[in-house]
Antibody, heavy 118, light 107 residues
């Protein structure tokens, strides 16, 4: 049973870079998982940000692709999200999640609130 | 790129009622990689249904997924107060993996 925990700053200034890390525990950090980031502004729908495969291959939401990057550190059992040039519109709860091919997002972190404000 | 539109936005029902939630996909992606998630206030989403109609482990049979092509439905029978939540559909085949706008069910 995979467990996920997000970490990172809860407050980011406009125009700066939002950086979050997800630590994986109680599960093999194997090459079968798509490690994923999803966000949800208050009262708004879920938005798929993108995913990184264990090989390092990434796919992003086209609406965010110019500002987002993801990476993975298998030795630390962590994967990360960077979103640059943030604005107030990037204020949201950010979730890390995981799935294997052919399956939905079976595993979710508890979410971390990130506010963009000066 | 697939887009998912959920309706209605909000359902207000009574215990024991039946809820019918819709998720419309455009264009027709011709597969069955549709999932439904339940999200209660302050919680992360959890999978209810995947593969259009397969219930996730531990999900009671009051929850039923159906549909094909562009129209997918989540039906919740014998509503209980604990079913109050936002329900999201998602296409999870090829990236990007869009979510619908969500339906809030109030009991």
């Amino acid at each position: 049973q995979v467990q996920l925990q997000e970490s990172g700053p809860g407050l980011v200034k406009p125009s700066q870079t939002l950086s979050l890390t997800c630590t994986v525990s109680r599960g093999a950090f194997s090459d079968n998982y798509y490690w994923t980031w999803v966000r949800q502004p208050a009262g708004r729908p879920l938005e798929w940000i993108g995913r990184v495969f264990t090989s390092g291959d990434t796919r992003f939401n086209p609406s965010l692709s110019s500002r987002v990057s993801m990476s993975i550190d298998t030795s630390k059992k962590q994967f990360s999200l960077n979103l640059n040039s943030v604005t107030a519109a990037d204020t949201a709860i950010y979730y890390c999640a995981a799935r294997v091919g052919g399956r939905p997002l079976d595993y979710w972190g508890q979410g971390i609130q990130v506010t963009v404000s000066s | 790129e697939i887009m998912l539109t959920q309706s209605p936005g909000t359902l207000s029902l009574s215990p024991g009622d039946r809820a019918t939630l819709s998720c419309r996909a455009t264009p027709n992606f011709g597969g069955d990689y549709i999932a439904w998630y339940q999200q209660k206030p302050g919680q992360s989403p959890r999978v209810l249904i995947y593969g259009v109609s397969t219930r996730a482990t531990g999900i009671p049979d009051r929850f039923r997924g159906s549909g094909s092509g562009t129209e997918f439905t989540l039906t919740i029978t014998r509503l209980e107060p604990e079913d109050s939540a936002v329900y999201h559909c998602q296409h999870y085949d090829q990236s990007p993996l869009p979510f619908g706008g969500g339906t809030k069910v109030e009991i």
